[in-house]
């Protein structure tokens, strides 16, 4: 199997645009998540989010450096994501196929998805069509919704001719986006792939939809930052993010022949259902626990055993029966390793940014490995006793020697997904 080296990095994310920026924000222990203040709730119970910040400021989200003003309408938000994540993962990587020749642009390609799509434009056609009728839905309302457009937009803009897919599942769409891309570079279809997540779910019918699954936490609308805390004994749901992850992936050699900047070498992929519920984990993590030694597995075969893994990006949403079956599947992993292991959970600080997530969260995973330090788990000040023994990262980074990390994914419908990465060595 070729191996796959990650050389590129993109994010939009609650706190904003742009890799430096976010990573900082996050070492720093600060929180995106806010009070939503431009949307009419209704009678929602939900008044918080990881909402991106809009405007014209260096770290801001300017849709016109992305689409001409003219050409927005015909692309949901995710979209819109979506593409800058990408754009700025391409920049980063110095990669941009339009000069290369139509032979090399036939072998990159893009695998972007999304947890829900254009859950935006779908409400807003919906009550315009209820309201006016026919005539009042936009032509480029289908398009403007569809998950694979992100992957179809970055394609066209790039000359991205290989493979052009996306990914839909649920909030492991990040994780697997990746996953999959890396498969189709080792397998030899490609030597470029763009591959993430995007999602942009934060409106009135979203929000009213986990509120009424009681999936979201109510109970912080006047403290946000205090309202995503995996692992704390007063956690009570997760706070719905919005974002987009991008990464470049590339074959080895292929990033070595053009002189690429290598962060990374992605080096193990676990993919598993629960068979158990639509919507509730397996209480024992049983799936997540199988997801994450297939990941390792593979990842013996590039030489990373698994005490070299010392760094695990949790899943880590904030919901009481999730954060402790994820951390019985990493205990039961690592077995009598477990105490070489840190573990946080970066959605303390965004949100869960669903099908995004994982996306976001490889790079902060990479960012981990590069920089030699842990982010921090907000808000965990009082942990349940079952997870007291587990080096949580509580409110504060962490210097660590990180040889190999992991970065996990799990998602409605019991299906789970992890990645390893591992410092890259020739």
């Not at 999936?215 to 007063?234: C, Q």
């Not at 019985?328 to 077995?335: D, K, S």
Request: charged share 20%; proline share 5%; glycine share 12%.
């Amino acid at each position: 199997m070729r191996r796959v080296v990650v050389t590129g990095l993109g994010i939009v994310s609650p706190f904003g645009r742009g890799v430096e920026h976010n990573w900082t924000s996050l070492l720093a222990g600060q929180s995106g998540i806010r009070k939503i203040t431009n949307i009419d709730l209704k009678d929602i119970p939900v008044q918080i989010a990881g909402q991106v910040p809009w405007g014209e400021g260096e770290h801001d989200f300017n849709p016109d450096t992305v689409m001409p003003p003219k050409d927005q309408k015909k692309a949901d938000k995710f979209i819109l994501y979506g593409i800058a994540a990408a754009n700025d993962a391409l920049q980063d990587a110095a990669y941009e196929p339009k000069e290369l020749s139509e032979e090399e642009q036939c072998r990159a390609g893009v695998m972007m998805g999304s947890g829900i799509g254009g859950l935006n434009n779908i409400y807003e056609n919906a009550i315009s069509f209820n309201e006016v009728g026919i005539k009042r839905i936009s032509p480029f309302f289908i398009p403007s919704c569809l998950i694979n457009l992100i992957s179809g937009t970055v394609s066209i803009d790039h000359a991205l001719r290989g493979p052009n897919h996306a990914c839909v599942t649920a909030c492991s769409t990040g994780t697997h986006a990746i996953g999959d891309a890396a498969k189709i570079i080792a397998m030899g279809d490609a030597d470029v792939m763009v591959a993430g997540g995007a999602e942009s779910a934060v409106n009135v019918l979203g929000l009213a939809g986990f509120a009424r699954m009681h999936a979201v936490t109510a109970e912080f609308n006047d403290e946000p930052e205090k309202a995503s805390r995996p692992w704390d004994k007063k956690r009570s749901g997760f706070v719905m993010g919005e974002g987009a992850g991008a990464l470049v992936l590339e074959e080895l050699e292929h990033a070595k022949a053009r002189g690429a900047h290598i962060y990374a070498e992605l080096v193990g992929y676990g993919m598993s259902g629960d068979a158990h519920h639509m919507t509730a984990p397996c209480p024992d993590g049983d799936g997540a626990y199988r997801a994450m030694k297939m990941a390792v597995t593979h990842a013996a075969e590039h030489g990373v055993q698994i005490e070299d893994i010392s760094y695990v990006n949790a899943h880590g949403t904030s919901t009481p029966l999730g954060d402790l079956g994820e951390a019985a599947a990493v205990r039961r992993l690592f077995g009598d390793k477990i105490g070489n292991v840190s573990m946080s959970s970066t959605k303390s600080s965004t949100g869960h940014l669903l099908g995004a997530a994982g996306a976001i969260e490889a790079v902060y995973t990479i960012k981990a490995i590069q920089e030699q330090i842990c982010p921090p788990t907000l808000n965990l000040e009082d942990p349940d006793e079952e997870v007291k023994d587990l080096d949580l990262v509580p409110l504060k980074p962490k210097k660590k020697a990180i040889k190999a990390a992991m970065s996990n994914s799990f998602g409605f419908g019991g299906t789970n997904s992890s990645l390893v990465f591992k410092k890259f060595e020739d």
